[in-house]
């Protein structure tokens, strides 16, 4: 083969590894194990953009190096493949979700299978599969025979506390449950109805139903999580979204709070990501207290940390979505306050925090009484309280508070400073400050008043100390069709699991996607969904699990794929442990990473498995950012200006396709075929060309620079888009494609090839022993690739390669000593040029079954130094001489070099200085 034909090779060795089966992985416990993981895609119907694999090329990159140093790899690919996206396009055009699921499927593996990944493909899962969401399910229905013991603090099974509430009641059970859970005895119980019990134990499970304030989007017909809301409108579509109580499945994953943040010191993350899940969990101590409600037997229960400065409390703020909001109006304030809370209460939660300029807010007309003084204080409404975290109520302490104190300001509402220091002039009291004034706590310390204050609360009733986190427990339910069936049936109103010999609960026909007529989720279409028992015929749940049930614990099912009696064995499970690295997008990191690591301790609570933090190593990949093209159209006419003279033109820029320029210039013919409009285009050239002009941009269709990783490949080939990925900068950082440096990346491969051929592309290699110069690039290359795998910096490694190769060339290097171990350096990276290159070595088995070269310092030891050698403070001379001579041999040899005696004159010098290894410098 004379020249570097990348499609036949690519081609052959893709084929070659599909026959072999040459990454599929088993248990193998005489081999250290590595389980390499990228955050599974969802299969949109654009395909990949060049932007998608570079996550994928890193693990990729890792696994083979792992492979290579005798490790046993489980590197698997699957997809995420339920979702809102496929059931809008059902909606619209009337085609089965499955069927355009499965077409975007076949198409992303098509484009994952040309790159040439190391994936175990017999491993593949997809979300949307009964064989898999049957385990969904099954672990649905696990949660919901389970509640959090807080003296064993694990989860434990349902049917214990039951045992423990027919011998002694609940008053002694410590777990979390609702907080409205009546104290009960074993009498009581033993006498509760069956509607009753179940009632009660609803209020412990770790799934339970309950109803919860939702974003609501009525022309999506389903409830929407706080990342698909924007603004007030839904992010797909752009409808509106109004917040609404609903009955909704919840996840207790506030039980698991405490263990969520300590896991985090564990595990091997970045510290932003870390950090973000320790602000979402909000883990606060402090108390919570009531306050009645004058003139009414109503209270509103307040969580403050700061129980101290209840003496500062100058009124009391609700959100907007609370009930008491709407029910503590009075008539004399409610053409005000009522259109206010409207308005609010559909602000979501996000948008809200997010929000610190606007102040807005609205008296009730009705008053509270402080509990310590009896001091009656105003109770308004105030969008930056939020019904999702504490109680949904503030007790606002202006002077010693932001967000209170420019409430009050914009209000005119009092500001009581109570705390040495004061918002007023701008500092806030630390732990050390001191009470000053009011009631019983003046002259204590912080904590010393909080424990009294908490004790007086404990003492009169009207409070406790109290752990509060700012995370909500999960709403688990979705008003949609293309999700995983909830396993469960309604009898007498209250909900029961079907038997799990019934599991999978397949997704019913249904005549259309949409809601009912009357309102129900696109499940109540479904002819016969119900469920039949002993007993009778039953409805089912009609709305579906959210996105985030599948992707929550698919690296177990990995381990053990194929498996119809359990969801993973455990002895697969116990073997490949947590994953080793994962690598995906930061934007996950209060949702999918959160929900991952909640499942993953129950199931350890519950035996199946034996971690409790999935993913051990995190990096979290950049964005490859597009790079926009652009003409400049003479406005009112079909005639384009070249970049350099748009200047002497009245222009406008208008984007173009970045597949029809090539090195930012335009190619005018493909270019007049883009667009009807443009057929009769015309151009004013410069130099005979017509240059584009550019900008970074996000990609995206809009913009016309989304690049197709097939177009890369059919140009340069799969192992050049690999190098190339690598090439544009740290894994971690966002970078600009630019199509145009990828020409230095393909050369390189080319010259890789050559180090292997003749000038007349016969392969040449030769068993002759190679120099010290050419072992030393080897070596130095090996050097760096062994530091960057250690630290995941993979852009420096492609450096040091072109280095190694471009030293290799100018030595004419053709020895087996060296590029034997050069094809292994780079497979890793271009695993397909690098396995042509081993088979043409005489190897007959894969390269990815080679030992990857060991690194010895020997070669890297320089025996010689060049000495500059001074005159007079002036570099005259270079002296390539011996390290292991002594000074007066330096000395010796520097006198006796023709140059220096040049410089000397015939002169003997007054001074020598010589340091070893370093410089020669001589006084005349």
Known sequence: MAEYNFREIEQKWQGYWKEKGTFKAEVDTNRPKFYSLDMFPYPSGAGL?????????????????????????????????????????????????????????????????????????????????????????????????????????????????????????????????????????????????????????????????????????????????????????????????????????????????????????????????????????????????????????????????????????????????????????????????????????????????????????????????????????????????????????????????????????????????????????????????????????????????????????????????????????????????????????????????????????????????????????????????????????????????????????????????????????KGKTDYWGAVDLYIGGSEHATGHLLYSRFWTKFLYDLGVVSINEPFQKMINQGMIQGRSNFVYRIKGSNTFVSYGLKDQYDTSAMHVDVNIVHNDQLNLEKFKAWRPDLADAEFILEDGKYLCGSEVEKMSKSKYNVVNPDDIIERYGADTLRLYEMFLGPLEQFKPWNTNGIDGVYKFLRKVWNLYHTNTGEFVVSDEKASKEELKALHKALKKMEEDMANYSFNTSVSSFMICVNELTALKCNKREVLEPLAILISPYAPHIAEELWSLLGQAESITDATFPEFKEEYLVESNFEYPVMINGKMRAKLDLPLSLSVPEIEKSALADATVQKWLEGKAPKKVIIVPGKIVNLVV
């Not at 909606?91 to 992303?108: C, F, K, L, S, V």
């Not at 969401?133 to 603090?153: C, G, P, R, V």
């Not at 102040?359 to 309280?385: H, K, L, R």
């Not at 009092?414 to 002259?443: A, C, D, H, T």
């Open 49 to 569: 953009h060049v932007g998608h694999p570079l996550g994928y090329i890193a693990s990729d990159i890792v696994s083979r190096f792992k492979m290579l140093k005798g490790f046993n790899v489980l590197h698997p690919m699957g997809y995420d493949s339920f979702g809102l996206p496929a059931e809008q396009y059902a909606i619209q055009t009337g085609q089965h979700p499955a069927i355009t699921t499965e077409q975007n499927i076949t198409r992303y593996t098509e484009q994952l299978k040309n790159i040439g990944f190391a994936f175990d493909w017999d491993r593949e899962v997809r979300t949307s599969d009964p064989s898999y969401y049957k385990w969904t399910q099954w672990i649905f229905m696990q949660l919901f025979k389970s509640y959090y013991d807080l003296d064993a603090d694990k989860a434990l099974s349902i049917e214990s506390l039951v045992s423990r509430f027919e011998k002694e009641g609940n008053a002694k059970v410590k777990a979390v449950c609702d907080d409205d859970t009546p104290t009960f005895s074993a009498a009581d119980w033993n006498a509760f109805s069956e509607k009753e019990k179940q009632e009660i134990l609803l209020k412990y499970r770790l799934t339970f139903l309950a109803e919860t304030t939702v974003n609501w989007c009525p022309a999506l017909g389903t409830v929407l999580s706080n990342d698909e809301v924007k603004d007030g409108f839904s992010e797909r579509g752009g409808h509106p979204v109004e917040r609404k109580k609903m009955m909704q499945w919840s996840m207790r994953i506030t039980a698991y709070a405490d263990r969520l943040l300590q896991g985090l010191e564990k595990v091997d993350w970045s510290e932003p990501i870390k950090e973000m899940q320790r602000n979402w969990i909000g883990k606060s101590i402090g108390a919570e207290v009531l306050f009645d409600v004058k003139g009414s037997d109503k209270k509103i229960k307040v969580f403050t940390t700061r129980v101290d400065t209840i003496f500062g409390v100058t009124y009391l703020a609700l959100a907007p979505e609370s009930d008491l909001a709407a029910e503590l109006v009075t008539d004399d304030q409610r053409e005000t306050a009522e259109p206010y809370i409207q308005v609010a209460k559909n602000r979501s939660e996000r948008e809200r925090m997010s929000d610190v300029k606007t102040i807005s807010g609205a008296f009730t007309g009705s008053y509270a009484i402080n509990p310590f003084n009896g001091e009656e204080i105003q109770i308004w409404v105030a969008d930056y309280v939020l019904a999702g975290y504490g109680t949904g109520a503030v007790m606002a302490v202006p002077a010693h508070d932001e967000r209170d104190y420019n409430f009050a300001k914009h209000f005119g509402l009092e500001i009581r400073q109570v705390i040495e220091g004061s918002m007023e002039n701008g500092s806030f009291p630390g732990k050390g400050g001191l009470i000053i004034n009011s009631g019983f706590i003046s002259g204590l310390y912080m904590q010393d008043a909080m424990n009294k204050c908490i004790e007086f609360l404990e003492e009169k009733g009207i409070g406790k100390g109290k752990i509060q986190f700012r995370m909500r427990d999960a709403i688990f339910t979705r008003q949609r069709y293309w999700g995983e069936p909830l396993p469960v049936y309604f009898k007498d109103g209250l909900p029961y699991l079907i038997d799990e010999k019934d599991l999978p609960l397949v997704l019913p026909e249904v005549d259309k996607y949409l809601p009912t007529e009357d309102g129900e989720p696109p499940l109540g279409r479904a002819k016969d969904w119900t469920y039949k028992t002993a007993e009778g015929e039953y409805p089912l749940e009609l709305s579906t699990m959210p996105g985030w049930a599948g992707s929550s614990w698919y690296f177990f099912r990995y381990m053990d794929p194929k498996n119809d009696s359990v969801f993973a064995d």
